[in-house]
């Protein structure tokens, strides 16, 4: 498989693999979960989150506004991506997934041979309390636990606080664009 991304020369160490509880910085009970299949009641606690989550924070245009559209957004990548899901209580409040950058997910062998491209969520009111970094962690380690090597993303440029918790974690600037920043991880 053709590499189309720069990606650093050193592995970054180990992040810990879920399922977890953490206290947030506001004191809060956090659980960290893979759903055992991205579709039923794992799949609706994550659409209620996104149909909470304020548009303005949108990215790139995700994730997609209305119930339906979000539906059809995580069903479409439902059997191919890598997905941690934080909850309080009984509602889930973050969302973060791994997608294989291919043409055919279904032609996809191993793991370790895609590049998966990062995109991570978490509800604003829950924001800047450490769960966003903990969610990052965990779903580095389950992807190193399944064999994921290279992980990428963008960020708009002027967004720093993502690019600190990027940064934070191992990532590194790849790229640069107008708008949108590059980086990219290598794990262990």
Known sequence: MTRTRTYPDESVGSFPSPPSTFEDRDGRAIEVRVPER?????????????????????????????????????????DYSVNVVASHGTDAIGHAMLVPDVDDPSSLE??????????????????????????????????????????????????QPAIALYERVGFETTGAESFEQEMAIKLE
């Open 38 to 78: 991205f579709d039923g009641d794992a799949l609706e606690d994550v659409v209620e989150m996104y149909v909470e989550f304020d548009p303005t924070d949108r990215a790139q245009g995700i994730p997609p506004t209305g119930r339906e559209r979000i539906e059809t957004w995580l069903e479409a990548i439902a």
């Open 110 to 159: 191993d793991a370790a041979d895609a590049e998966w491209e990062l995109a991570i969520f978490v509800l604003q009111e829950y924001q800047r309390a450490g769960i966003g970094t903990a969610l990052l962690e965990y779903l580095l380690g389950h992807a190193s636990d399944v064999g994921i090597r290279r992980v990428w993303l963008t960020v708009e440029r002027w967004n």
